[in-house]
């Protein structure tokens, strides 16, 4: 019992240590999310090649990837069975679910690792900053 009670207090004040020692957030545990509804722009399937070449600036600054492809790119409120709708309304709301776009990149030369070569990321056009990713997962 002692060493149970003794590999809980080490293993607890290593996962505190760790969260204080890491500098930049695990992209995946967290989102951006808008909650201003006023600040989110409604796009329509017209806008999917706007968003296509705002991802050649984007991609880069999140992933810091040079090898990428898109592998799908579409309105999340087309795809409300699917568990990335249920996701982002749970991570954020549903009017910004409503809004966001789905985005999946392949990342070549992480393949053939599913994992590893898979990013997901939640983007939304808003009125002042244009495109803007609010969830990244890789």
């Not at 992209?27 to 201003?36: G, R």
Request: net charge negative; hydrophobic share 40%; proline share 4%.
């Amino acid at each position: 019992m002692k060493l149970e009670i003794l590999a809980t207090i080490i293993l607890i004040s290593f996962i505190q240590n760790f969260c204080v020692i890491a500098e930049t957030p695990v992209p995946y545990l967290s989102s951006e999310c808008l909650d201003e509804d006023d600040e989110l722009v409604k796009t329509t399937l017209k806008d999917k090649e706007d968003l296509l070449n705002a991802l050649k600036t984007i991609v880069p600054k999140v992933y810091s990837e040079d090898n990428w492809e898109v592998s799908m790119v579409k309105p999340l409120l087309n795809m409300k069975e699917s568990a990335y709708y249920g996701m982002a309304t749970a991570l954020c709301n549903e009017k910004t679910a409503k809004k966001t776009w789905y985005v999946e990149l392949l990342f070549t030369k992480h393949l053939p690792s599913a994992s590893a070569s898979t990013g997901i990321m939640f983007v939304t056009k808003t009125k002042s900053e244009g495109w803007r990713v609010w969830y990244q997962y890789k």
